[in-house]
């Protein structure tokens, strides 16, 4: 089970930075209804990126010191995944070509993540100096390509050993992840300007902890209580680390900020939406900025509560990452613990691209709520990206229909958002190049970029190309 994946020319390679110019690769020939990318206006200094994560795309597990993570262990237990990330799109090997599509692209602003295990491989929290050369010559690369770094600390790659002494159930967890703060600030504090403590920490709790469908695999509602609670706790730690630290740089954090909707009008159905928002978002925005649970699930954390908690949760932030994709559609089950399963839209959808449903109204709806509850923190979109399973023409990647259809439409109602007045400051793609998706391994293709398994050669996709010339018309040039 995967959550995106419940929404029911040749080859580029060995780029020297600056060396491809869209303009002489394909002309600017966007499908019927897509709208022009500049008619698209957003306000001076909105920031237009791409994302990634190190656990998707890097590979190299074995390589270089790094150490051993939970999904390492996960992705080569069998029956768990669709194949490894043991390569991924070699992205540890190919990063400067990679930061040369960016650059050629016009893109101005990347969010990536570190890979914990590759940083400090194991308990003793020795640094991997052959790890932090990689991540120096990344921001190297991306300060010479005029590129703004947003770096992501935690992106699920928790290290095994951490995972073996229980893992986020563990308390000691959180602890261990101030001290991973602490030690990538002051090393990269210097020259990161935007940084994300944690990525999806619901996700994680719920499909890893609570489901079962991610690692480590575990099934149950304390299990998943226990594992969110206390990756809030360690997100608090973090941020007060950096703090610590000196880091120069804004800080925030990134959540699955998605409107949640009963499956059917049944009453159960209705209850187990409920709770579920308040897993799914309550429990990830009410400590952050209220310092406390939702109602509706504050007896299932009480247990793992302890004096001053919640005081350490609620930090101040400079932004609150927000990944959407679509409206999450929730029916009751008694299969798992928690009550709840993801179900299908009852409704007919307005926007549809291919066979998959678009929610675009969602994100904007999303936006408005978070302003409007929270106090209107700074909102930056750090996620929204559509799949296929194949390309429609895997002979070059280039023809994108359903992408474009879903970007142009969610971006053309975060403008309205922009317009309104919320306080939307940033869009990013997922993503910037086809990944490995965790338990669907590459089965699903979200990349601008088309990675061509088994040699992974580049191949730039048109939404690729409409979303360099939205970037360029907004008057951000190359």
Same mark, same amino acid.
């Given at each position: 089970?995967?959550r ?10 060995g780029?020297a ?7 002489a ?11 022009a ?14 994302a990634?994560?190190a656990?998707?795309?890097?590979g190299a ?5 790094r ?39 016009g893109?101005?602003?990347?969010r990536?993540?570190?890979s914990w295990?590759? /940083? ?7 640094p991997?100096p ?5 991540? @120096?010559?990344? /921001? &190297?690369?991306?300060?010479?390509a005029?590129?703004?770094? +947003? ?5 699920? &790659? ?9 893992g986020?159930?563990?308390?000691? #967890? ?20 935007h940084?994300m ?23 149950g509602r304390e299990? #998943?209580c ?18 610590? =630290? ?10 699955s /900020? ?10 159960? &159905? ?12 309550g429990?990830?925005? @009410?400590? /952050? ?32 990452g ?14 798992f ?9 009852? @409704? ?5 691209a ?7 109204d969602g ?14 923190p ?15 023409n ?5 023809e994108d229909?359903?992408?474009?259809s ?8 975060l403008?309205?958002? =922009?317009d ?6 940033g869009?990013?793609? +997922? ?7 965790w ?13 061509e398994?088994?040699h ?6 048109? #939404?690729y190309?409409?979303? #360099? @010339? ?9």
């Open positions: 089970m995967k995106r994946g419940l929404l029911a020319g040749a080859p580029v390679a780029l930075p600056g060396a491809l110019s869209p303009d690769l394909i002309p600017r020939d966007y499908p019927a209804g897509v709208p990318p500049g008619s698209f206006r957003f306000p001076p200094g909105f920031a237009f990126g791409v990634s994560s656990y998707q795309i890097e597990t074995r390589e270089d010191g150490g051993l993570g939970m999904w390492d262990v996960f992705c080569h237990t069998p029956g768990r995944t669709r194949g490894n990330a043991d390569i991924a799109a070699d992205h540890y090997h190919r990063m400067p070509e990679d930061v040369a599509l960016m650059k050629a692209a893109i101005r602003h990347y990536f993540s570190v295990p590759r /940083l400090f491989p194991d308990a003793s929290f020795t991997n052959k790890g932090f050369a990689f991540y @120096d010559r990344l /921001l &190297d690369e991306l300060c010479a005029g590129i703004t770094p +947003w770096m992501t600390l935690y992106h699920w &790659d928790l290290p095994q050993w951490i995972s073996a002494e229980g986020w159930m563990n308390r000691d #967890s959180a602890s261990y992840m101030a001290e991973f703060a602490a030690r990538a600030g002051a090393h990269f504090g210097d020259r990161v300007g940084w403590v944690m990525n999806e920490v619901a996700v994680q709790a719920i499909l890893g902890y609570g489901i079962g469908v991610h690692a480590p695999g575990l099934v299990k #998943s226990a594992a969110l609670h206390h990756m809030n706790l360690g997100q608090g730690y973090a941020i007060a680390a950096l703090r610590a =630290a000196g880091v120069r740089g804004r800080i925030g954090t990134v959540g /900020l998605e409107p949640v909707r009963p499956s059917s009008s049944a009453p159960e &159905d209705v209850a187990a939406a409920a709770k579920f928002d308040a897993l799914w978002n429990a990830v925005l @009410d400590p /952050l900025f209220k310092g406390r649970y939702p109602a509706l699930v504050e007896a299932d954390f009480a247990p793992f509560v302890r004096a001053g908690d919640m005081a350490a949760i609620r930090q101040k932030v400079d932004f609150i927000v990944n959407y994709y679509s409206r999450l559609h929730i029916q009751h089950t008694d299969k613990d928690i009550g709840a399963i993801f179900g299908a839209n009852p @409704d007919p959808v307005k926007y549809r291919l066979r998959w449903p678009i929610e675009p994100l904007y709806e999303e936006v408005k709520y978070i302003h409007d509850q929270y106090g209107a700074e909102i930056v979109i750090t996620e929204n990206g559509f799949a296929t399973t194949t390309d429609p895997p002979g070059n990647g280039l229909d359903g992408r474009l879903y970007l142009a439409q969610n971006l053309a109602f403008r309205k958002a =922009a309104e007045g919320l306080n939307v400051k869009y990013f793609v +997922w993503a910037l190049m086809d990944s490995f998706e338990s669907e391994g590459t089965k699903w293709h979200f990349g601008l970029v088309r990675i398994y088994p992974l050669a580049r191949t730039p996709r048109q #939404s190309y409409w979303y #360099s @010339d939205l970037i360029r018309a907004q008057g951000i040039e190359a």
